[in-house]
């Protein structure tokens, strides 16, 4: 079955950076759709990044220039490198295995199917 487990979060001033890994298993990980999405507190899930079967790449606005998305196919292992943080970064971010895109209403909404457990960045001084 898929499991997608996520390491990497911690406590980071305003301005650090950190690398969110996420170990998958059960697909074929190399040509899948993946992606990051993130939860604040009090708030619904946000889609942060995607990564397609073709290694294009694409993110959301809130976070575009500051975070990059990878995947390393020989680990099947998904990467978010989060720059430049700032206190609204502070959320559990999950990966997820993704399975497409729709477009509604103009804005591309990613679907995906299953997702880890998450690992928390908090951003404070």
């Known amino acids: 079955q898929v499991q997608l487990v996520e390491s990497g979060g911690g406590l980071v001033q305003p301005g650090g950076s950190l690398r969110l890994s996420c170990v998958a298993s059960g697909f074929t990980f190399a040509s899948a759709w993946m992606l990051w999405v993130r939860q604040a507190p009090g708030k619904g899930l946000e889609w942060v990044s995607t990564?397609?079967?073709?290694?294009?790449?694409d993110y959301a606005d809130s976070v575009r220039g500051r975070v990059t998305i990878s995947r390393d196919k020989a680990k099947n292992t998904l990467y978010l490198q989060l720059n430049s943080l700032k206190s609204e970064d502070t959320a559990g971010y999950c990966c997820?295995?993704?399975?497409?895109?729709?477009?509604?209403?103009?804005?591309?909404?990613?679907?995906?199917?299953?997702w880890g457990q998450g690992t928390q960045v908090t951003v404070t001084s």
């Open positions: 997820a295995k993704g399975y497409g895109v729709a477009y509604v209403g103009g804005k591309r909404q990613y679907k995906y199917d299953d």
């Open positions: 990564i397609k079967p073709g290694d294009e790449t």
